[in-house]
Structures are given as structure tokens and as C-alpha cells.
């Protein structure tokens, strides 16, 4: 073994020094209370999981599995599922996914990286005024002036690009003047997820280190170069979880889809989604509450368990995405 070797083993031998911490008492204060806050959190939501199994108990035994498979909603008559609401809600937040993610990366580029200094506070106090807007504005909006308003891009749409399953359309020249559909209703919820994942987004983007940005100008690179290099990498955790934020919010969204959508309960009709017709699981429970005996809610419980799930699913997977795509992590010049 060399000498070196020996100093190694020498120095790993070395006992280690425990380094005594005291703490103040307004630390110890502070970290109960940031304990207590997070046990909080945690058993709120383990009692509304909670709530919501033994209120949908007596649905969920009387339907079995079969509850996630049908799509009839008529507890009365003991046949009622969730498939055609569950299909449709992912249906709606795909569709505004797919609109929000793209508009909100190029807004908040825009804010981070273009715009003079000067207009970057008011454009940012304007995204987040945007995202205080209650849903029931955007659904009053988009009930009375998008959809007569879009039918011109659902027919252009179902004409074009008819050859896509969820965009084929019978006859795109019928679709009528207020086609209360998927698709409209996933324009709507995209605009109200836009703020919400742009200001997530722009946040992150302003973290960029200045001085990777700084070296790859230097290095000749062009504006789009800068950003695609060093921006969009060191912000890909945060597009990750603005866009699973937005998700969230899209798979729970009521009112506005509610306002828009005609309840529809044919699966196979709901996955043309330019056509007149639509479901979400929030939007059954929110249509059907009122008109419910016990058991029909105990039903509508066991829907909103199932969305419940779901989101904790989805936000589960975010963050384990997000964990392994860290910002800055694939930060390259």
C-alpha cells in the first residue's frame, strides 16, 4: 500500500466532531409552528379523503367495479359510472393543456427575456390579475361570446383536420351557431390555467443564471440560442410544475364547464370532441347535487372520490418529475 493509502485510512479513522446546536426560543416557536402547519395540511386532507370514502360507501358497494366502467348516470334505477364524466374530464384538461403550456412558455419568454424593463412589472401584475378572474366570469364569457364566436374554427377544424379521431366530425358545416362542446369548453379552461402556468413559469425563467447567458453571447450565440440553451434547460423543472399546476386546476374546474358543456353520457360520442356535447365529473356533481335523494349523493360522493384520487395521483407523479429535473440541472452553454 502507498504512503498515501496510509494517510487516507489514517485520516477516515478520525473520530468525528458532533457540533453542538443551540437553538433560540423564537426558532423553536417558529419550528413548531411550520410543523404543526404541515401536519395540518396532511391531516386535512387525509380527513376529506376520509369524509368522502364513507359518504360514497354505500354507492361503491352497490355498484362494485362496475362503477368505473359504466357511463349511465341513473342511481335510481341502480345503474350509474363514471367513465363517460372521467373520460371527459381528462378530455377537457388535455385540450387546455395543450392550448395553455405552449401560450404561457411564449408569455412568460416574452416577460423574461424581450420585453423593455419598463413594461415587465405591469405585464406581470397583469398575468396575475388575469389569474384572480373568478371562473364564473370566464364561463359567462365563453358561453355568451366564444362559442358563437369559435364555430368557425371547429368547422374549419372538423374540414381540415377531420382525418384526427378526436376532431372527426359527420358533417363540420352542422355543427349550429353554439356548439356547446369538448372543445370549447378546453379553450375556456385554457384560459383560465394561462396565468396560473405563466406565472409559474416567468418565475423560474428570471432565475436564470445571468452569467451562462451572459458566456453564451459572448460565444456568439444568437438571442433564440441563449434561451434554448440556457433558459429553457434551467427552467424545465419549472415548466413541469406550472403545467401540472394548471392540470390540477383543469381536472377540478366546475362553473365554467358547467356553464358551457351539454351533459352527455355516450363515450364514444364524447371523444369527437368538436361536436355538440360534453361531461366532468365536477360538472355532474355540480348539475346533479340538488336533484339527488341520499343515495344519488352518496353516487355523486363517489364521483368526487374518484377526482379526488386522480389529482392526488397526478400531483404525486408532478412532483417526482419535477424532482428529477430539478431547475438548472441540464443547464448546458
Not at 207 to 215: F, I, R, S, V
Amino acid at each position: 500500500m502507498s504512503p498515501f493509502s496510509d494517510v487516507l485510512v489514517t485520516a477516515s479513522e478520525e473520530p468525528r466532531v458532533a457540533i453542538a446546536i443551540t437553538r433560540s426560543g423564537a426558532d423553536r416557536i417558529y419550528r413548531l409552528i411550520v410543523r404543526a402547519s404541515g401536519a395540518l395540511t396532511l391531516s386535512l386532507m387525509a380527513l376529506i379523503g376520509l369524509f368522502l370514502a364513507v359518504r360514497s360507501w354505500q354507492a361503491l358497494h352497490v355498484a362494485g367495479f362496475s362503477f368505473f366502467t359504466r357511463s349511465t348516470w341513473a342511481p335510481s334505477l341502480g345503474q350509474f359510472g363514471v367513465w363517460s364524466a372521467l373520460l371527459g374530464t381528462f378530455l377537457i384538461a388535455f385540450i387546455a393543456l395543450g392550448i395553455a403550456v405552449p401560450v404561457s412558455m411564449c408569455a412568460a419568454l416574452y416577460v423574461t427575456e424581450y420585453a423593455p424593463a419598463r413594461l415587465r412589472r405591469p405585464l406581470t401584475s397583469f398575468i396575475d390579475v388575469l389569474a384572480a378572474i373568478p371562473s364564473l366570469i370566464y364561463g359567462l364569457w365563453g358561453r355568451a361570446y366564444l362559442q358563437p364566436h369559435a364555430i368557425e374554427l371547429s368547422r374549419w377544424l372538423g374540414s381540415h383536420l377531420g382525418f384526427v379521431p378526436f376532431l372527426h366530425t359527420k358533417n363540420p358545416e352542422n355543427l349550429g351557431s353554439y356548439p356547446a362542446s369538448t372543445f370549447i369548453a378546453g379553450i375556456v379552461v385554457a384560459l383560465m390555467i394561462v396565468p396560473i402556468c405563466t406565472a409559474v413559469m416567468r418565475e423560474v425563467f428570471s432565475q436564470a443564471p445571468p452569467g451562462e447567458k451572459e458566456g453564451a453571447l459572448a460565444l456568439g450565440g444568437t438571442k433564440w440560442g441563449v434561451i434554448k440553451t440556457v433558459v429553457l434547460p434551467f427552467g424545465r423543472g419549472g415548466i413541469i410544475g406550472g403545467s401540472m399546476l394548471g392540470l390540477g386546476r383543469a381536472l377540478g374546474e366546475t362553473i365554467a364547464v358547467t356553464l358551457i358543456i351539454s351533459p352527455l353520457f355516450d363515450p364514444h360520442s364524447l371523444t369527437h370532441v368538436l361536436q355538440t356535447g360534453g361531461n366532468s365529473i365536477a360538472s355532474l356533481i355540480a348539475l346533479r347535487f340538488s336533484e339527488s335523494n341520499q343515495f344519488g349523493i352518496s353516487a355523486l360522493m363517489a364521483a368526487g372520490l374518484t377526482l379526488f384520487v386522480i389529482t392526488l395521483i397526478v400531483n404525486a407523479l408532478a412532483s417526482i418529475v419535477v424532482a428529477r429535473s430539478r431547475s438548472g440541472a441540464a443547464t448546458e452553454i
